[in-house]
């Protein structure tokens, strides 16, 4: 009778790199004598490791940390379309528990990292309205789900394609979003209509927007209202990326050159 790992070898056979996802020293130095490359994706570069892919938000679906990674090794010329690559991630707490082989042209290109990594903002600035976005997809006003649009980056050519509903209440403010209070505030006025405006650093340029840009020729996805588009149409048009809460169904979308790159469902984050 077969050992189990002989079953599995094919798993491992012939794979041109292996991707470790945020492994920890003793586990990353067990692959000092495996003959094919060794790829850590993960949020900060603690292992001092090369090759390196930055994993900037905490992809808490398998699909969406796989992706990311290998389409950061793609952008950054690791591996080539087509490679077999090897997957060790964890689906549970605890040690690596998950092995996954995929080819990196299974993943169709989603822009995700295009979006963290190559956008105007800081990719910290963007993973931390995402963090609100959530947070707020959690939480609602006062136990009721609310909508909410954010342009990150390319602030100024976003301020030159909309205008104010209401009085700005950050005009005169230097506030920058990941600030704990300033992340209440946020909160707080997403229950009234329009957009908030954050610059490429984080700073908050204002809020109650209402975006102009013309959506002829936007393709969103069937079922996606007004802000949906505006965040298509806006982003479009300038160098920005929009993160979108939804009221209707709670979801956080995030688009970027007029497309939807990217959908995560709060209470799974």
């Known amino acids: 009778m077969n050992e189990l790992r002989d ?5 491992v056979a012939d794979v041109d790199s292996v991707f470790l996802f945020s492994p920890n020293a003793s586990f990353f130095e067990e692959f ?3 003959d094919e490359e060794i790829v850590v994706v993960g949020p900060e570069n603690a292992l001092d490791a090369d090759p390196f892919v930055e994993l900037p938000i905490d992809f808490t679906d398998l699909e969406g940390r ?8 793609l952008e950054q010329g690791i591996v ?3 490679d077999e690559v090897l997957c060790v991630t964890q689906m549970f707490d605890g040690a690596e528990n998950t092995l996954v082989r995929v080819q990196t ?6 822009g995700v990292y295009d979006m963290f990594v190559n956008s105007r903002a800081d990719a910290s600035v963007v993973r931390d309205v995402f963090e609100v976005a959530i947070e707020l997809g959690k939480k609602g006003q006062k136990g009721k789900p609310v909508g909410a649009l954010f342009v990150v980056g390319d602030a100024g050519k976003v301020m030159n394609k909309s205008r104010p509903l209401s009085y700005n209440p950050f005009e005169k403010s230097h506030v920058h979003v990941g600030d704990p209070i300033v992340n209440v505030m946020l909160k707080e006025f ?3 209509d329009g957009a908030f405006v954050i610059s490429d650093a984080g700073k908050i340029v204002s809020a109650y927007r209402y975006l102009e840009p013309s959506a002829e020729g936007v393709d969103i996805p069937k079922g996606l209202g007004a802000r949906h588009m505006a965040a298509g149409a806006v982003t479009r048009d300038t160098m920005a ?4 809460l939804s009221e209707s169904d709670g979801l956080v979308r995030a688009f970027k050159g007029g497309e939807l790159v990217l959908e995560i469902d709060p209470e799974e984050y």
């Open 32 to 34: 000092d004598e495996v």
């Open 105 to 110: 042209n299974d993943f169709s290109p989603s």
């Open 80 to 82: 080539d379309e087509g």
């Open 7 to 11: 079953l599995l070898g094919d798993l």
């Open 66 to 73: 796989l992706r990311f990674g290998i389409e950061g090794a």
């Open 190 to 192: 997403s229950r009234l």
């Open 241 to 244: 990326t929009a993160i979108v």
